[in-house]
Every structure is written in C-alpha cells, then in structure tokens.
C-alpha cells in the first residue's frame, strides 16, 4: 500500500515495450479486488519481442480509503 487510497501490485509481466496491463477493480465494503490482464500492446503484434521476465508494478486508486478492507485477486490473465 502506498497511501489510504493507493495499492501497489507487483507482477511479473513480458518486457514493457511490448506489452501492457489493464486493471479491473471492484470495491465492496468488506474487499477490494484487482484483476490484472496483460498482453502484447497493439502496435507491436508483428513486431520482435524479446522472450524476458520483468518485474513490473501498476498503481491503483481507490475510491475510498482501504482501511480495514481485505485486498483480493480473483484472477491474472493473458
């Protein structure tokens, strides 16, 4: 947690050149839950990716303060 209303989720993901991440997030009273999608970044479908792990990280924003609230993944796809 980075602040009251920031989460920081650590993933590791393809190079980030090309590919990106979107954030699905859903708030409840009791849960917080982020869902992660990632995958290769339009513009370079045909281009030359290298095959690499990185350690990448997405910032999210909450509508409220965390405070008591459980923080959940329900899924990380591709």
């Given amino acids: 947690m980075i602040d009251?209303?920031?989460?920081e989720v650590s993933f590791t993901g393809g190079s980030p050149t090309c590919e990106g991440v979107?954030?699905?997030?859903?708030?409840t009273p009791q849960d917080v839950t982020i869902n992660l999608s990632y995958g290769v970044l339009p513009e370079m479908a045909d281009g030359d990716c290298p095959?690499?792990?990185?350690?990448?990280?997405?910032?999210?924003?909450?509508?409220?303060?965390?405070?008591?609230?459980?923080?959940?993944?329900?899924?990380?796809?591709?």
Wanted: net charge negative; aromatic share 2%.
């Fill in 22 to 27: 979107s954030v699905e997030l859903l708030e």
């Fill in 51 to 78: 095959a690499i792990a990185v350690q990448s990280a997405v910032r999210v924003t909450l509508s409220e303060e965390l405070g008591e609230r459980e923080v959940r993944q329900d899924d990380f796809s591709e």
């Fill in 4 to 7: 009251s209303t920031t989460v």
